[in-house]
């Protein structure tokens, strides 16, 4: 009886080893992966990291801008019977060619070209008040109308991802010759350019 519990207990530990060696050995085989699988793995990396890229990018455009010009400077201008622009053009009296001269002076900041004529810093106020001054003037606008009010709505929500067209639309229209944009600026060449103009002329 004795003899027949050590063998029974033999065969139940002889069962119990070959068991975990089973599994040990069917968790340590692995499927070797193909050539397609590796590189469909690598184009769906490069494909996020394009992706973080461009989440990066948009998150930097839309971050706190520290502007040049002030609240106090908008104070003196109201003071003034003066425009966000510091001049004397009252929203009624907007005409295309007077949306045309501030939308393209504000792009100046943000582009590369050969040569700049005009600029006025961009900023939120003027740009709400531009978008106002759609409704407000007496004047006919045409078709362009519709033109102004989405890129001035683009740049209300920080969207500059069209501002090279949004120059040359106006640039085109103007039949201009010189100054055409091919870029977009870079954040810190954006920043040079706003502390040279503010060096050389009003704002």
């Known amino acids: ?3 027949n519990r050590m063998v029974l207990v033999f065969f139940i530990l002889i069962f119990a080893l070959w068991g975990c060696d089973e599994n040990k050995e069917k968790k340590e085989v692995k499927t070797p992966r193909t050539n397609t699988e590796v590189n469909n793995v690598a184009q769906k990396m490069d ?3 394009t992706v973080n890229e461009k989440t990066v990018k948009d998150q930097d455009d839309n971050k706190a801008v520290q502007y040049f010009i002030e609240e ?3 104070q003196k201008f109201a003071e003034k019977g ?3 622009f510091g001049q004397e053009k009252q929203q009624i009296n907007l005409s295309s060619t007077d949306f045309e001269y501030y939308i393209h002076g504000m792009t100046h900041q943000k582009v590369k070209a050969r040569e700049k004529w005009h600029f006025f810093e961009m900023h939120p106020i003027r740009i709400k008040w531009l ?5 407000e003037t007496k004047y006919e606008l045409g078709p362009d109308k519709e033109k102004y009010r989405d890129i001035l709505k683009r740049w209300k ?7 090279v067209e949004d120059h040359n639309f106006i640039w085109d229209k103007n039949e ?3 100054g055409k944009a ?7 060449d954006e920043r040079e350019y706003l502390e040279t103009e503010y060096e050389m002329r009003p704002h």
């Open 82 to 84: 003066l425009n966000p």
């Open 47 to 49: 494909k996020k990291d």
């Open 1 to 3: 009886m004795k003899s």
């Open 176 to 178: 201009g010759t010189v």
């Open 72 to 74: 106090k400077d908008f």
């Open 131 to 135: 978008l106002e001054g759609l409704e």
């Open 157 to 163: 929500q920080k969207d500059f991802s069209t501002i």
């Open 182 to 188: 091919t870029d977009r600026l870079s954040q810190e």
